[in-house]
């Protein structure tokens, strides 16, 4: 009877000990919707993203919230990013972020609460540089101030335009880059709209634009194969400050060097230039361009 009774109580203590609650520590929401990023992302270097995260006490234990910090861990080598105490039974916080260098990590997010309880969150970040991100316009054809083609290119855009749509629309003149001609003392150029030079060309009617963008060119050592060669993605050679021209005059469509020019425009996005065709009347080109996304 002794021995029954003594299995019977360690049969009643073991079901107790099963019906016991289990502690899941604090919770940790990480917010979403187009405003926040919450998951796996690509993203350029100093560009910036807002993050959002909502804690709460355990819906067991009730212990306080004590601390919560973010890491953002590359190679396994955690960099501290915010990191503050707490006594609070709910937490909110919204920050905005930004990298500024390549690579790729895990943006960690960790909330402790009074019992040593951690709850833990993260997702991956990959930085990329800008630079690497490339539109490709080919066999651009401009055409003289009077033709169907157009003599201003839009970057941005990858258009050309006339000049009735740019000698009274300050919403196109905004958008051009450059514009291609054929001068007297210039011969083939591509100028910047605000060059001294291409005001005086009656016939484009640009002296009179309300916006004119200072856009820059260098003249590069960058061969027609080597451009030809360039696939979706592309580092730009820098930008020589010091050997800055408005103009690029004299174009030649002949041989493999001289013929690839580099470009940066107002939005400091840098472009290459190459020169196709300038066919037999001079007032036509055929070009190739890439530009920065």
Same mark, same amino acid.
């Given at each position: 009877?002794?021995?029954?009774?003594?299995?019977?109580?360690?049969?009643?203590?073991?079901?107790?000990?099963?019906?016991?609650?289990?502690?899941?520590?604090?919770? &940790? +929401?990480? !917010? @979403?919707?187009?405003?926040? =990023?919450?998951?796996?992302? %690509?993203?350029?270097? #100093?560009?910036?993203?807002? *993050?959002?995260?909502?804690?709460?006490?355990?819906?067991?234990?009730?212990?306080?919230?004590?601390?919560?910090?973010?890491?953002?861990?590359?190679?396994?080598?955690?960099?501290?990013?915010?990191?503050?105490?707490?006594?609070?039974?709910?937490?909110?916080?919204?920050?905005?972020?930004?990298?500024?260098?390549?690579?790729?990590?895990?943006?960690?997010?960790? &909330? +402790?609460? !009074? @019992?040593?309880?951690?709850? =833990?969150?993260?997702?991956? %970040?990959?930085?990329? #540089?800008?630079?690497?991100? *490339?539109?490709?316009?080919?066999?651009?054809?401009?055409?003289?101030?009077?033709?169907?083609?157009?003599?201003?290119?839009?970057?941005?855009?990858?258009?050309?335009?006339?000049?009735?749509?740019?000698?009274?629309?300050?919403?196109?003149?905004?958008?051009?880059?450059?514009?291609?001609?054929?001068?007297?003392?210039?011969?083939?150029?591509?100028?910047?709209?605000?060059?001294?030079?291409?005001?005086?060309?009656? =016939?484009?009617?640009?002296?009179?634009?309300?916006?004119?963008?200072?856009?820059?060119?260098?003249?590069?050592?960058?061969?027609?194969?080597?451009?030809?060669?360039?696939?979706?993605?592309?580092?730009?050679?820098?930008?020589?400050?010091?050997?800055?021209?408005?103009?690029?005059?004299?174009?030649?469509?002949?041989?493999?060097?001289?013929?690839?020019?580099?470009?940066?425009?107002?939005?400091?996005?840098?472009?290459?230039?190459?020169?196709?065709?300038?066919?037999?009347?001079?007032?036509?080109?055929?070009?190739?361009?890439?530009?920065?996304?």
């Amino acid at each position: 009877m002794a021995l029954l009774m003594s299995t019977a109580t360690l049969f009643v203590t073991s079901c107790s000990d099963d019906d016991d609650p289990i502690d899941p520590g604090p919770s &940790l +929401t990480l !917010k @979403g919707g187009a405003d926040y =990023t919450s998951d796996t992302k %690509i993203i350029n270097v #100093d560009e910036t993203i807002k *993050i959002g995260v909502i804690g709460n006490k355990s819906s067991v234990s009730g212990n306080k919230l004590t601390r919560f910090k973010v890491e953002f861990i590359t190679n396994n080598l955690p960099q501290t990013i915010f990191d503050t105490t707490l006594n609070s039974d709910s937490f909110n916080w919204d920050r905005t972020l930004s990298f500024d260098g390549v690579g790729e990590g895990n943006l960690s997010f960790q &909330l +402790t609460d !009074k @019992g040593a309880m951690t709850t =833990t969150k993260a997702f991956t %970040i990959t930085i990329e #540089d800008p630079g690497s991100q *490339i539109n490709k316009f080919m066999d651009v054809e401009f055409g003289s101030w009077n033709d169907a083609a157009g003599s201003f290119f839009s970057s941005s855009e990858g258009l050309l335009y006339t000049v009735g749509q740019t000698k009274g629309t300050p919403a196109n003149q905004v958008k051009i880059d450059f514009v291609f001609f054929k001068g007297v003392q210039n011969g083939n150029a591509i100028a910047s709209p605000d060059n001294a030079d291409l005001q005086t060309i009656t =016939t484009l009617q640009v002296a009179g634009w309300t916006t004119q963008n200072q856009t820059r060119f260098n003249t590069t050592n960058i061969s027609v194969s080597q451009f030809d060669a360039i696939g979706d993605s592309y580092n730009f050679p820098n930008f020589n400050l010091s050997g800055t021209k408005d103009i690029i005059n004299q174009l030649i469509d002949t041989g493999e060097n001289g013929r690839v020019f580099l470009f940066k425009t107002k939005d400091n996005k840098l472009g290459l230039i190459k020169i196709d065709d300038l066919y037999s009347r001079g007032d036509h080109a055929k070009v190739d361009i890439i530009v920065q996304k």
